[in-house]
């Protein structure tokens, strides 16, 4: 009986999976600066989501949820059962399964990396991050193999970053949260509120700054962060991009040089979320440590970003887009060369947390809104 239940169960969420969603050919119209702004929701119910993939070759996106799911969106917006072969994550607090992208030789290689956080012993987690191969019909990881470990695991549920980009010469970057423990920051025997930078098998380069240093991880590549939550790789200079959330006031947009200390907690333009001053802080600037590229003294609570470089809609193009958590709405920051000139909120009619961003291959972004009811839209201009 009990089984005959379970299997009308499966059956039904099988029709569920396999039917085209009602929701597929809604699209909200809102206005904006440049033009009318077309929301479609490509899918609902996702639990948390926190990142997007595309697949080449219109084969989906990999999505996943902070709980621990990875789970394929087919283009016309089918959710797949979760992927298995997924590391268990510390799913508490803002851990879970953080970030994923695809490698850059992945048609070759069908090789996919996840950033996620990790148990460690006394109820601390870290960020980790592995990789494994997508199997051909996209339904679980291969050989799934960690290359990483934030070191101390320090969090109690707070701070893991964890955005993974590569450059141009394809070694990766890894942004990590200091947990939470604002001085482990500015420590270098210590993997908290740092970048790191390593070879896709998780080899540490030669050449990173602090390579040989005694009583330094020579993963290094700068620090002085707090919860970067976003980075992409600058399409035209080709240079790592982050930014962070502040405290109570003070996110930041930095340009990641080799070895740049970003000063937290030492210098910061924000204060605790009680109102006290952060204890560290000796000021907005600090000697020997490199402002914010761009500020915001009210936090929108700052995720994922993307660089739009398309020639589909032509007002963004060179335009930066970052999520906003605590404002619940999609900033959009137009530039001149380098140099932010102007800022636009957009879908903050949804009234959701938009964690991530990014731009698909077909010139539209694609927005993820975290959330227990979370969904991936698909944003374009009319
Ligand atoms: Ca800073």
Same mark, same amino acid.
Not at 93 to 122: C, H, M
Not at 194 to 202: F, L
Not at 242 to 254: F, S, Y
Not at 260 to 279: C, R
């Given at each position: ?34 033009? @009318? =702004? ?6 609902? !119910?996702? #639990?948390?989501?926190?990142?997007? $993939?595309?697949?080449? *070759? /219109? ?51 069908? @090789? =996919? ?6 148990? !460690?012993? #006394?109820?601390?987690?870290?960020? $980790?991050?592995?990789? *494994? /191969? ?249």
């Amino acid at each position: 009986m009990l089984r005959k239940t379970l299997q009308a169960a499966l059956c039904a969420s099988a029709v569920l999976t396999l039917s085209a969603p009602a929701w597929a050919a809604q699209a909200q119209v809102l206005k904006s600066e440049e033009g @009318t =702004v077309e929301v479609t929701t490509v899918v609902r !119910g996702l #639990d948390h989501p926190w990142s997007v $993939a595309f697949l080449p *070759g /219109q084969r989906g996106m990999l999505v996943t949820e902070r709980p621990g799911n990875l789970r394929l969106v087919s283009p016309d917006g089918r959710l797949s059962a979760p992927l298995s072969g997924v590391p268990e994550v510390w799913a508490n607090g803002q851990g879970g399964l953080l970030d994923v992208v695809l490698s850059p030789d992945f048609k070759q290689d069908r @090789t =996919v990396y996840l950033s996620y956080s990790e148990a !460690g012993k #006394d109820g601390k987690a870290g960020t $980790a991050v592995g990789r *494994g /191969q997508l199997s051909e019909d996209s339904k679980r990881l291969e050989n799934f193999d960690v290359i990483f470990r934030q070191q101390p695991k320090l969090s109690t549920g707070n701070h893991f970053g964890s955005r993974l980009v590569f450059d141009r010469e394809g070694y990766l970057f890894i942004t990590l949260g200091e947990n939470n423990d604002r001085p482990t920051a500015q420590d270098l025997d210590k993997l908290q509120g740092k970048v790191v930078r390593i070879y896709p098998d998780g080899k540490v380069p030669d050449d990173n700054p602090f390579v040989g240093q005694k009583n330094v991880r020579p993963e290094i590549w700068s620090y002085g962060l707090r919860n970067p939550q976003g980075a992409a790789l600058n399409p035209w200079s080709g240079t790592l991009w982050e930014n962070e959330h502040g405290p109570k006031g003070g996110d930041e947009l930095n340009i990641i040089e080799r070895g740049k200390n970003y000063g937290w907690p030492l210098a910061t333009h924000g204060i605790n979320y009680s109102g006290a001053p952060i204890p560290e802080a000796k000021g907005k600037d600090v000697e020997g440590a490199l402002g914010p590229h761009h500020v915001w003294q009210v936090s929108p609570g700052l995720s994922g970003m993307a660089f739009y470089d398309n020639e589909r809609f032509k007002p963004w193009q060179h335009n930066v887009f970052i999520g906003a958590l605590v404002s619940r709405n999609l900033i959009r920051l137009q530039m001149e060369g380098d140099q932010v000139v102007h800022e636009e909120r957009l879908l903050g009619e949804l009234q959701e947390r938009i964690r991530d961003v990014r731009q698909g291959p077909d010139g539209y972004l694609y927005v993820l809104s975290d959330e227990d009811d979370g969904a991936l839209y698909k944003v374009g201009l009319k």
